[in-house]
């Protein structure tokens, strides 16, 4: 009898199918967090994978900031008309004028912490019990400590010392009324991985992944997109660079890398080359305090 071999890609994808079959499994109204970035395109096509033979059975969430790249939110519409989803697109400025909040101010203002509020009023909304994100562990420290069923309380609310053991994969999704589960498929994947597997699988990603011209602007020897967002001084420079997005958020907080890679085997190249992780390298949002991911999380954010 000839002995079947899952390699490394066949393994992480067998084990995030599993996942999100058991999210359909275990809870009565699901939704997947869909930015259009490259982890969120993924989870849609193992999720594509996992329900092959019929309709993904959640709905596709996305919080718009309002400071989205347009190539990002292009490449989400497109996505979703294709595997002809459910888009529910809730937007910060709405909540910010609701809610009575403080606009962010300064050179280049997020609204990243912001999307907790509209995050939570959504899962209100809609009665989300479960909620799939495309968070891994390698890319922050306060992810990494996180079980891949992330129970919150009636509040949102994270508690990194009240989590549930997953010994032999066995997943416990068992809320009271008012809590929620954040779900996270692909937890066990590196940067690496995915886009080994976006090779293996063809997955079609936004073009701002790969180098292209853009104006940024150096911000502390980070290059931030220049946009009709940011707020500049008189003595900020304008500059043309070939650049790409090892991650993708607001224009506002994330940087680009120097680049110029403009094929998936080039890309992967440098990734095997860096020692810096993706948000480490790129994202100005985390380096607030050094707690702050984890700080958001308990708060509420994904």
Known sequence: MSIYHLDYLDQLEAESI?????????????????????????LAHLASKAFRYGKIPFKFVHVDTGHNFQEVLSFRDQLVNQLEVDLVVRKVED?????????????????????TFTLLDTIEEFEFDACIGGARRDEEKARAKERIFSVRDEFGQWDPKLQRPELWSIFNGKIHKGENVRVFPISNWTELD?????????????????????????????????????????DDVITVKKIRYRTVGDMTCTAAVESKAITIDAVIEEIVATRISERGETRIDDRVTEAAMEDRKKGGYF
């Open 18 to 42: 599993y996942i999100l079959r058991e999210v359909a499994g275990q809870f009565e109204r699901p939704a997947l967090l869909f930015s259009g970035g490259k982890d969120s395109i993924v």
């Open 194 to 234: 995915i886009w080994n597997y976006i090779r293996r699988e063809k997955i079609e990603l936004p073009s701002i992944y790969f180098s292209h011209d853009r104006e940024v602007v150096d911000l502390n020897g980070q290059w931030i997109a220049n946009s009709h967002h940011a707020s500049l001084d008189t």
């Open 95 to 115: 909540t910010i004028k609701k809610k009575g909040l403080t606009e962010p101010k300064g050179k280049f203002p997020s609204r990243n912490w912001l999307q």
